[in-house]
């Protein structure tokens, strides 16, 4: 079979020899020994994480955060951090076929300018906290620069902008209030950690004296709108009410099996027809930004939680890093498969490897063997980022060089930030 590319899109998918008939002048990628996949989409990052990749290792959530992470970002976190640690992580990323990512960090005005500078898809999310940071102030302060940020992109096709409160417990309902009516205004998504940890449920209790998605739901947050991130304490009654409200739920597994946060109820969530897509969190949790290994692990913890090898089929695994994530962003009539009319967003893996030989399933291979080393071409919007293994656009070696800078900068620091 053959993939037509005119532009940014796909014109036809047929067979190899109709398409050197119908397409006789057009230039052309010999590609026998690899599959063609729908570009791969990570639909939770926090990019420029990538800096603290290993910097707080082996703790709990609340440890990790309070103790580690919000202190070093405190001390180092700004525009060029964002933009060093952001090209750090597109490389890692579109090197494993990822093709777009939801973020969720601060100086998102950043982010987006390095993604459209490597050609990167992005939903770019725009960040709200309880508590000042380096990029904004106040409630009001991050909502009305998020929404400066999601205007000054409009018409720019390899970016879309999403709210990205960072948790219900962070959080005040006021601040919910504007987000949902924006959301609803904008058609915009809300990219939101919820259900993380068992802590997040007592913590809900006592400062709201009802359950996370009992506070969500009444304020009218539960919809389709909502990418759910992490989801690891959910009950019978709280899975009902996710399938009658058409929540997205976003399912990082390394990060909560790293973070001993519990179990996303992958089995229960399939049986009620819930949308699941995946994403990897940022490098600092994980440790890093591998979704053909965050499916693996997903299809593997889903079949060991559930006692149940049926589960999360390697199909199914697959559709949680192409259209099940499209849908959650609300693109999928643009990407997340392989079809004419849909943008030209694509990995190819060479599957003449030694774990992925002999070969009976395609498919099985892809989630139970393969590497994300096997990814030899990248395409985003019918431009080619990566061919035969190598960047097309992206100097690697200062990419890593000023990674560097930064390891030696933060270690130098790690006893003034108290962490």
């Known amino acids: 079979m053959a993939v037509a590319m005119e532009g940014e899109r796909i014109v036809a998918v047929l067979p190899r020899a109709d ?61 060029k951090f964002v933009h060093d640690g952001t090209r750090l992580a597109m490389a890692e990323m579109l090197r494993g076929g990822t093709t777009c990512f939801n973020d969720n960090y601060f100086f998102p005005e950043v982010t987006a300018a390095a993604a459209v500078a490597a050609g990167m898809r992005a939903s ?26 999601s205007s000054g992109w409009q018409g720019e096709t390899l970016l879309s902008t999403a709210f990205a409160p960072h948790a219900p417990y962070s959080v005040d309902d006021e601040a919910f209030g504007r987000i949902i009516a924006l959301s609803a205004r904008h058609d915009m998504r809300v990219h939101m950690h919820v259900l993380e940890s068992e802590w997040e449920v007592g913590e809900s209790l006592r400062q709201h004296g009802k359950s996370t998605l009992d506070r969500l739901n009444d304020l009218g947050l539960l919809n389709e709108r909502l990418l759910a991130v992490h989801m690891t304490q959910l009950g019978a009654s709280d899975i009902a009410l996710l399938s009658d409200t058409n929540v997205n739920i ?25 949308n699941l897509a ?32 049926c589960t999360l089929k390697a199909f199914e695994a697959l559709e949680m890093l192409t259209i099940n994530a499209a849908t959650a962003l609300g693109q999928a009539q643009e990407i997340g498969s392989i079809e004419a009319g849909k943008l030209a967003d694509m990995c190819a893996l060479d599957m003449d490897f030694l774990q992925s030989t002999p070969m009976y399933d395609v498919v099985s291979h892809l989630i139970y063997a393969a590497s994300s080393q096997q990814v030899t071409h990248v395409w985003v919007g019918g431009r080619m980022l990566l061919e035969d293994s190598s960047f097309t656009g992206m100097d690697l070696d200062e990419i890593i060089d000023r990674a560097k800078r930064w390891a030696v900068r933060i270690a130098a620091g790690r006893g003034a930030t108290g962490a």
């Open 278 to 309: 995946l994403g990897t969190d940022g490098a600092a949790s994980n440790n890093n930004l591998d979704l053909l290994a965050e499916a693996r692990t997903a299809a593997l913890l889903a079949k060991g939680v559930a006692a149940d090898p």
């Open 19 to 79: 398409a050197f008939a119908r397409f006789q002048d057009a230039s052309h990628v010999e590609l026998p020994r690899h599959v063609l996949l729908p570009g791969f989409i990570n639909m939770h990052t926090h990019s420029a994480m990538s800096l603290l990749r290993g910097y707080a290792d082996d703790l709990n959530l609340q440890a990790w955060l309070n103790d580690h992470i919000w202190p070093v970002e405190k001390a180092f976190v700004g525009p």
């Open 124 to 149: 770019i999310g725009l960040p709200v906290i309880d508590v000042p940071t380096a990029w904004a102030d106040h409630v009001d302060d991050y909502i009305n620069k998020g929404l400066k940020v």
């Open 250 to 274: 976003i399912h990082c597994p390394e990060s909560n099996l790293k973070l001993g946060d519990g179990f996303c109820p992958v089995a229960r969530l399939l049986e009620q027809d819930i």
